[in-house]
């Protein structure tokens, strides 16, 4: 690895300095440099893949298995009530979370929130199947204040379209679902101050599966632009993004893994980084990852750096290029 390229040195001054919300003590003090790079290799495609509990089959699985929790959720420490369904949202700590513990029926944050469902038609009916099914949503956020003190602002939407292999509707038709999701100005605002702010993205996936069986993973196609900013509103990242991620449900119902390459174009400096995840693991739980590696590779003028990171096996544990490091409880 080239160290010290002049190019990258202010951003990570910066982030270095605008403290960690995020990072508590570490080991390795370079980690802090590269924590938001965190963030952006989960939160697109975390925030995407809540799409899918708006649409025909995840969330006619979810509420088939699971059941729709009930009581309000984003008060008092953030949980659901005693008695909430198994595998139901236990915490409100992303977006995504939000996005997908409105989707399993429960209360996010009273008279801040407009859900607007969509529906359309069921491309194979009878047997007691409805004539119509979930569609989509479109969800926005004003001043969404989840128990942990964040808060959460701007407009979620995601379209899906269906077709069917035949008119037979039995065990060997395959439906075939497209799903589009657009975010405008979704700002997620940590404990701390820090923001997570995605101005634009769009995300579409085509995916196919058995009548009355979940998918098995997704792979998704991520186009966007994701700002860090300090607690006192300095910009400490500023990049659009492009790339694929395959997101897979765990048997938990719980969690899924995500696998896949991100490039960031820097909109501060001539740098590109690449971001791949390899069994990046995703739960309820914990606002960090807890399994899996990231692998991030920069480049620009004279400039050269790669680093790995490793998550858990508990909340908050990894390491950075072998090096142990403790992230915070809460993030952002």
């Known amino acids: 690895m080239k160290h010290a390229p002049r190019a990258i040195l202010p951003v990570l001054v910066l982030i270095a300095s605008a403290g960690s919300g995020c990072t508590g003590t570490t080991t390795t003090v370079g980690y802090v440099a590269y924590d938001p790079y965190v963030y952006y290799s989960y939160y697109p495609a975390d925030i995407y893949y809540s799409g899918y509990y708006w649409t025909d089959p995840y969330s006619l699985y979810y509420y088939q298995v699971i059941g729709a ?113 657009t975010i405008t100005n979704l700002t997620y ?60 449900d765990r048997q938990d119902k719980t969690s899924y893994t995500t696998d896949g390459v991100l490039t960031l174009q820097n909109q501060l400096f001539p740098i590109r980084t690449k971001l791949t995840s390899s069994g990046l693991l995703r739960s309820s739980d914990c606002c960090h990852p807890t399994g899996g590696r990231l692998k991030v590779e920069a480049t620009g003028p004279n400039t050269s750096a790669t680093h790995t990171l490793s998550f858990g096996p508990a909340c908050g544990d990894a390491t950075f290029d072998q090096s142990g490091v403790s992230l915070a409880a809460t993030c952002l």
């Open 69 to 181: 929790a009930t009581g309000p959720i984003g008060a008092g420490d953030g949980g659901i009530p005693d008695g909430g369904a198994s595998g139901s949202i236990s915490r409100l700590l992303t977006a995504g979370d939000a996005i997908r513990a409105l989707a399993l029926g429960q209360e996010v944050c009273p008279n801040h929130v407009t859900v607007t469902s969509k529906t359309g038609p069921n491309v194979c009916v009878g047997n007691g199947a409805p004539g119509t099914v979930r569609n989509g949503v479109t969800i926005v956020f004003n001043g969404c204040t989840f128990g942990n003190g964040s808060q959460l602002d701007g407009t979620f939407d995601v379209q899906a379209t269906r077709t069917a292999s035949d008119t037979a509707c039995n065990a060997s038709t395959t439906v075939t679902l497209s799903n589009t999701t």
């Open 189 to 248: 605002t940590g404990p701390g101050g820090r923001k997570l702010v995605i101005p634009t993205e769009t995300g579409t996936s085509t995916l196919s599966y058995g009548l009355g069986q979940p998918p098995t993973s997704a792979a998704v196609t991520l186009d966007g632009h994701a700002q860090i900013l300090a607690a006192n509103g300095a910009v400490l990242t500023d990049d659009t993004f492009s790339g694929t991620s395959t997101v897979t």
